[in-house]
């Protein structure tokens, strides 16, 4: 089992000193990543799963963030939970995204990506609410298209996006694609999770069958695909205070990554809550492991 941590700007703030102190002793701690949140906009009386989300919440942009995170850590991989994708032009996040993980030398390996839930917020951006997930589709076909792409250019023509002869660099660290997870609670994402995912990230208030129904449904949309189902990694959300018991249920249930985050309104304690996790689970800080065998894991 994989550990990593999520950072809320929208409760805990953009400040850097604590965003970077936050982050310091998550990695020190040894947690594999961090993940941040997005949300472009927001307005009066919008609302989440039956959530208001007040409209002066501070979400930072997640890629900003973890680009400054980058810079002020060494392992801690960079997550996104979740990146709303259909709200941004493959084109110019593909450049982003490889950007970020050249300057972090390999760690933006945990892209997770949704289609957003606030029609408002499509709006404000110019994308058809109705058309989010077909758009989403195309957008992971054009990142990865673009950082396959050689200096003779490739092209696409799809519905919402078409190009020729484009040349993305620099490519993502090492020269290869970068992982793309795939959030959300619904049918079409665990179908889209398997189809075109390198992971599953489902979240929402669901029960224990409708979970392995969707996880299962996910591995059968791999295949059918002709992609490897086993290959396909699962997160979950867990909490600060679950147990070991609890942990082990989760992995009887084929996830192979926990995210928690802190509770506590202050920085201290969210440390003293990040260090307790992590002796509780015994994780390795300072291990100095590389990206490919990760810290964090139980």
Known sequence: MKFAISYSTPFFGV??????????????????????PEHIVLYPGAQVGGMDLPPSLPYGDPLDCLN?????????????????????HPVTLAKRLATIDQLSKGRMRLLTVGLGALPGEAQAVGVDFRTRGRRADEAIQVLRLLWAGDDDGVGFDGEFFSFENLCSFPKPFGGTGLPIHVGGSSPAAARRAGRHGDGFFPGGSLTPDQRA?????????ASEA?????????????????????VEEFAGHGVTRIVVSATAPDLEQQREQMSAFARRFGFSPGDGASPSTRRGRL
């Open 15 to 36: 400040d850097p000193d604590r965003i970077t102190a936050y982050a310091r002793h998550a990695e020190e701690c040894g947690f594999e990543a961090l993940y941040v």
């Open 68 to 88: 400054f995170v980058a810079a002020a850590t060494e392992r801690i991989l960079l997550g996104t939970g979740v990146l709303l994708l259909p709200y941004h």
């Open 213 to 221: 129904a969707q996880l299962e449904l996910a591995r059968s949309a």
């Open 226 to 246: 002709d992609r490897d189902p086993a290959a396909l990694e699962y997160t979950r959300w867990g909490s600060m205070d679950m147990s070991e018991e609890r």
